[in-house]
Each structure stands twice: as structure tokens, then as C-alpha cells.
């Protein structure tokens, strides 16, 4: 909707588009009124350069025709995006687009669904599930390109689709190597047990057995845990955060010798996110050196911190390590428990919360029986 707003012409053009569509949208309610791409409005906060003042009287246009003084009785505004960390946090505020909802890829089940609509039931149950394990991390819209493309294969045959034409048209899988299994097992079950043993509701670890052979980024593991609804968010429940996220590398350096630079380096990798909280921590919530407050740092640029205040990066850092070492200490405390756990991963690729806990336990108590003996 902004493209064809923007295809328009000049700003002011734009702005007469965008109110003719509202417009439209209330003439003709109750009425759905759908801005794809929203994101691509931007944010007065990022506003910049020539373009500054453009973008920030587009906003301001589309903040008045959410919530302007002719109303919108009738009409319901959804929008969609990629990026929701690129829209102005107005737009987002009460009372405008204020109700969001996160969309995932889809997971397993998911994608065996999918595959069964688009090839109308035609194969069996067992194929459904192996295209669904090809293709972890795929849209539906990914999964209905395989569908289309395996239908022209099997009209060229003449004949009617097959699971051979599917595969086809698959993204290519490997294994996962012996060494890199354990690795990853060892990793996600470092967070798993160390969220565990600082009373963290695990729902359940899991790692990857098979990983497609191409250039995109894919997740080797994950340790998902479930948030409580009346937490604190106190220092404390900060700091055991950053001691979770920072687990895994603690384990591959407990038990490996040393992590390798995939928990670091990268916009979501573990030592960002820990890094991004810590950062948080002190110039956010009030629970550092200094009670000044930066805001929401979540849209600004981490390298900009150091300019305002040259200490920060000290204090950080001394934060990480003392989390780092704090994760180690825990899973030392229970080195068997995580390498039986890591052995028990490697060979179901995916444990329940429970089980964790219950290894974590068995071992206190059988710490507990050595010492009295």
C-alpha cells in the first residue's frame, strides 16, 4: 500500500492518495483497511538526509488518518511487515495498531499440512512428513513453489505427481556431522541447564540432525523456555537472563575446551543478545553504576553508546564475565548430568523440560549422598 501510495507522485500527492483510501475504507464499512509492508514508512527517530522531512510528514500523515479528528468508526486497520523494529513506535501505540501478533515460520506439523493442501492428499502420510523435515525454516509460500514446480515435472511426464517429483524439487539435506552433533548438543544443553538450575520453566531442548545445503542462515539447536506471566523483572531476574544466554558458550568452553565464533559476532547470536541486555541493565532500567536512562535501546545502534558515556563498555564487559563464570560454575556442579543430557540429545535430537530438571536433581541428591558418605 505505501508503493502504491508513494507511485503517486510528490508528498503531497502521496498524502492525498493515502486519505483517499481511508476515505474509501470508511464510505464503505464496516471495512477492512490492509497496509502491506508497513515498515517501509520508517521511523521519525531514523529520519535522516534529504529524504528526513518526507518521511517524517508521511508518518505524521499516516498517524492522522489512525486516529484524525473524522475518526475511522467501522474500519479495521491491519498491517504487515518484516521488519516491526523499523516502525515509528507511535504507530504501534493504544488505540492505533496496538494489537501484534508475531508469525512464525511453520513448524513440522505445519508443513506437513501445507505440503498435503497443495498436492490435494495425493501421496501418503510418511511423505508428507519427510518433505516437512526438508524443509525446516520455509514459508508456505516457499513450500508452494516445491508443490508448483513438482506439478510441472509430473505434467511433463504426462502422469500424475509422485514423491519423486517432489524430491526433486526439495533443498538439498545433509547430516550433520558427529563432531558438530555434539557440539550443538553440548551448547543448547548449557542453556537449558543452567535456566533450569536459576528456576527457569524449560519446555524443551532440541537440536538439528539435518540442515539444508545452502547459503541461508539456520538454526543448529534451541533451548525454548516458557515466560511466567508475574515476573519480576528485577536485577537479579537481568542478570540470570544474561547468565542463560551466555550457557552455551560456557559449555563449549567447560566441556569442549573452547566455543567456536558461532555464539558470538552476529545480530542474534548469543553474546549480542547478552551484550544488548547488559547494555540495557545499565543505561535503561536503572540497575547499574548510573540511574540516567537512555530509553528504549532496542532502535538505536550499540556502537553510539560509547560516545555518551566512554565507561560503558568496561562495565558491560565486566557484567558478561561474571555471568560467563557464573554459568560455568553451575554447569561444572553438574558435569554429568549435562554430558549424559548431551549424549541423550545427540541421539533423539529433542528432550522435554522435565527431563532436565529430573537429571539436574539426581545429581544434587546424589552430590548430597557423597558428602554424607
Known sequence: MYAKWQAKGYLNDFLKAMQRSFKEARDAAPAILFIDEIDAFGSRDDAQG????????????????????????????????????????AVLRAGRLDRHVVISPPDQHAREAIFRMHLHDSLGVEDYRDFAAATSGLSGAEIEKI?????????????????????????????????????SAVHEIGHAVVGVALGMDLVKVAIAGRIRVDDSVQSLGQARFRRGTWIRKTKEHYLDLIAMTM??????????GGHDDGVAGNDGSDLFEATKTAIALERSYGMGEKLASYGDLSRRHLEGFGHLDPMLL???????QDQLDRAKDILARHGDACMMLADELVSRLELPGREVLDAIEEGDQGSDRRRLA
Open 50 to 89: 534529504s529524504n528526513a522531512s518526507y518521511d517524517i510528514k508521511a508518518i505524521n500523515g499516516l498517524l492522522e488518518q489512525l486516529d484524525g479528528i473524522e475518526g475511522r468508526e467501522g474500519v479495521i486497520v491491519v498491517a504487515a511487515c518484516n521488519h516491526p523494529k523499523m516502525v515509528d513506535a
Open 314 to 320: 568496561a562495565r558491560v564487559d565486566r557484567i558478561l
Open 247 to 256: 550457557a552455551g558458550m560456557a559449555a563449549e568452553e567447560v566441556f569442549l
Open 147 to 183: 508443490t508448483r514446480n513438482a506439478r510441472r515435472s509430473a505434467r511433463r511426464r504426462r502422469g500424475p505427481i509422485t514423491r519423486g517429483d517432489v524430491i526433486l524439487h526439495l533443498p538439498f539435506m545433509a547430516d550433520i556431522p558427529p563432531n558438530i552433533l555434539k557440539a
